[in-house]
């Protein structure tokens, strides 16, 4: 028995999902004003200065704190049902689809939001660990549950969920230092493969 994780963003992906669901969310000038007032912080987490926690949740927060949950996760969902496709790599596609043809689990593990990856694995019958976000009242907090999924964290989360002793053969697929931990669990690591 076989499993294999797969970043998403960059690995899966020909672009950053997370931008490009603001853009989609708020248009272009909202965005890039957006990302204008937040630079500093990007240039501090960029600097090694600033967690990707915090950055993360400095950028949710910005963009999403009091939105309704239910316009959230409307635009998400059409989001991920819509735009997704058009990002995904060609050969990443195929990596999944021979994983699944050979029996193997395969599972996206990704530091993006659930919200809007969920209904795309779903449509594709692929498993998924992501970072999740507080909502209260019916409102985002602009706060994420727990930690970010990227780096050590990644590791955290599926070794709560997979029994790793139970497969012959792990696989693993990243592009970023956020993916190292979870290439260096797997029996056969592949780093930007689909470049």
């Known amino acids: 028995m076989n499993i294999a994780f797969f970043d998403f963003d960059g690995t899966i992906t020909k672009q950053d999902s997370f931008a490009m669901f603001l853009r989609y969310c708020f248009g272009d000038i909202k965005f890039l004003l957006g990302m204008l007032i937040l630079s500093p912080i990007i240039i501090v987490y960029k600097l090694r200065l600033l967690s990707n926690q915090n950055m993360k949740t400095c950028i949710f927060s910005y963009f999403f704190k009091n939105m309704n949950e239910n316009e959230f996760k409307k635009k998400a969902t059409s989001f991920s049902l819509e735009k997704i496709k058009l990002i995904i790599r ?9 994983h699944k043809k050979n029996g193997d689990e395969v599972v996206i593990v990704s530091a993006s939001i659930d919200c809007w990856l969920k209904p795309w694995c779903t449509d594709n019958n692929i498993d998924l660990i992501a970072t999740k976000i507080e909502i209260k009242n019916n409102k985002l907090t602009g706060n994420l549950i727990g930690k970010n999924c990227f780096g050590p964290e990644k590791v955290i989360r599926i070794k709560k969920i997979y029994n ?3 497969y012959d053969n792990i696989y693993a697929y990243g592009d970023t230092r956020g993916d190292k931990e979870m290439l260096e669990i797997a029996t056969n690591s592949f ?5």
Do not use: C, V
């Not at 780093?191 to 470049?195: A, V």
């Open 90 to 98: 060609e050969e990443a596609l195929n990596k999944i689809l021979w």
């Open 191 to 195: 780093y930007k493969p689909f470049r």
């Open 164 to 166: 790793l002793n139970a």
